[in-house]
């Protein structure tokens, strides 16, 4: 059967730099939503809590309660209130309306938009935020905001910054006004994490933890999943024969070829013939991708398709993330020392 393995050392090696740049592992969140990037949002959740990471930041309630016995804190990001909140889970309120409708006692961390314009609340909502906090009896924890282009070398960053701090101000006023605790702030990404020097906030890594980098070479991320497949069958295809769907690839010569159990059913991008499709080693796939199988030279009972997710990333003109996050979860999962 065709399957993931997930290489703690890799992980365990990505977690200790980035905790080394940031300063500690309390200020490291692990992002692990959907499906952790299709790693397997269980099984990291289990690493990643071994490792002594405190925090995860998830997309849904669902998500936050598959691993809520991992973390002491749980961010739940795109949660739409809805009456069923969980007083052990932080919400994110992506607008005021968010925090008149969320239940009463429930925890909370603001999202601050400071230029990104996708969610959150502006800063001249803050004051607004605390006083139907303060009325609904709702526990403001903390804050944060996302940037929209650390992964690019625009001034942008440095204003998302900027801003990000006069709301800080504000906030950490408004918590000693209104009695609550001394606000947490969140704020840097993979990229924004790699670019910056100084942490004062706690990051949300997502990407980074996983082994992809975008800037900084010196933390030498290592890749922590790779996808194998098994063999079915395999055959001569003599000169001239074709190999699956509509024939695409036909033998320049006789090649023993064979055929794995792992096609875009699973997940993968449908490799359509065109082009040079490396697999990991090198060698190419053959002929058009199936649902379940995909055809390439005979390399043995198994063969790796990736350990890097940049090939496939980059023969579709796509990034890491979509390649990984795409993995269903129905392929097996497997952890290597
Ligand atoms: C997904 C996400 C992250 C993590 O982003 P990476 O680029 O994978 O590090 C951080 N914060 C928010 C709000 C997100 O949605």
Known sequence: MSEIIISKQAYFHNLTQITNKVGSKDKVFVVLKDNAYGHGAVIMAGLASKFGIKTAVVRTHKEAKEISKFFENIIILSHIPNGSENKNFIYAINSLKALNLIKPKTKVHLAIDTLMHRNGLSLDEIS?????????????????????????????????????????????????????????????????????????????????QFGYAQFDES??????????????????????????????????????????????????????????????????????????????EDMGDRICVFEDAKTFAEFFGTISYDILVKLKPNIKRTIKD
């Open 128 to 208: 607004k935020a605390f006083k139907i906090a303060k009325k609904r009896n709702i526990k403001i924890l903390g804050a944060y905001t996302h940037y929209r282009s650390s992964d690019e070398m625009s001034g942008e960053f440095v204003i998302q910054k900027e801003n990000f701090a006069k709301a800080k101000a504000q906030i950490t006023d408004l918590c000693k006004i209104y009695g609550f605790k001394k606000p947490v702030f969140h704020s840097h990404n993979s990229a924004a994490t790699e670019r910056d020097s100084e942490f004062d906030d706690g990051v949300r890594v997502g990407i980074a």
């Open 219 to 296: 933390l030498n991320l290592k890749p922590v999943l790779s996808l194998w497949a098994d063999k079915i069958s395999d055959r001569i295809l003599k000169k001239g024969e074709s190999v699956g769907y509509g024939g695409v690839f036909s033998a320049p010569k006789d090649m023993k070829i064979a055929c794995y159990d792992l096609g875009y059913g699973d997940g993968l991008l449908r490799y359509n013939g065109i082009g040079e499709l490396n697999l990991d080693g090198g060698v190419k796939m053959l002929g058009k991708m199936s649902m379940d199988s995909f055809s390439c």
